[in-house]
């Protein structure tokens, strides 16, 4: 590979020290995908240095249970990332749920959604058993495109009240980690 040769983003297990940049692409990434959806004032408090504190913390707990990766692009940092953690055990087995998933605009549409999650359900299925699940805004069409696309079945449409506001959310679900890592492998389609 000679200097000139672009080198392509890749998806790593994050470290503590990805806090920053976590935090960084998960406040702009809420308010590139959020903007219309959620009121301003909410958006509007998203607050870089508190996100930076949260991932700290996150980041430090032991492992086994919560799992988060990055997506790098070697000439800008940390441009996305995907987290998951053990759910409460549901009455139909356990579960895990998908917490997290933003990718910068800038880098939307390039299979980096795919490979974080496929990275991330992979690790979950070498936890364990269990099924995945995930809620999205229902009126967040491009995300919900993309867990379609990901052979995510719809499982239920809820109402929530979240501060202030009301939102609706979408839920999915895979049958297991392993099912939804096949389906988001490399060249694999949906169905
Ligand atoms: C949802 C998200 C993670 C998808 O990541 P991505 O890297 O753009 O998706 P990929 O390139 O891996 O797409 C895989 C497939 O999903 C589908 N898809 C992804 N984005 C889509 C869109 N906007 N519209 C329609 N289909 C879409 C396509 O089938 C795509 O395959 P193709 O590009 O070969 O057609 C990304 O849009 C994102 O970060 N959005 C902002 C934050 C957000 O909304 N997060 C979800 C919170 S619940």
């Known amino acids: 590979m000679n200097a000139q040769t672009p080198v392509s983003p890749y998806v790593r297990p994050a470290i503590v020290d990805d806090a920053e940049g976590i935090a960084k692409v998960h406040v702009r990434g809420w308010q590139e995908a959020y903007a219309g959806l959620l009121a301003k004032e909410v958006l509007d408090r998203q607050s870089v240095a ?11 707990e032991p492992p086994g249970h919560r799992w988060t990766f990055v997506a790098i692009d070697p000439a800008q940092g940390i441009v996305g990332f995907a987290g998951a953690h053990r759910a409460r055990p549901a009455p139909y087995g356990p579960t895990f749920k998908i917490t997290v998933l933003y990718i910068l605009q800038s880098h939307l549409r390039r299979g980096l959604g795919r490979q974080l999650i496929h990275a991330l359900a992979r690790a979950l299925a ?3 058993p269990g099924a995945v699940a995930l809620w999205s805004l229902e009126a967040n069409r491009p995300a919900r495109a993309f867990y379609a696309a990901i052979g995510g079945r719809l499982t239920a449409i809820l109402a929530e009240r979240q501060g202030d506001s009301r939102v609706t959310l979408a839920g999915y679900r895979w049958r297991s980690a392993a099912d939804l890592a096949g389906k988001t492998a490399p060249q694999q389609s949906a169905t």
């Open 126 to 128: 070498e936890a364990g």
């Open 50 to 60: 508190r996100r930076m504190r949260e991932w700290t913390e996150y980041l430090k």
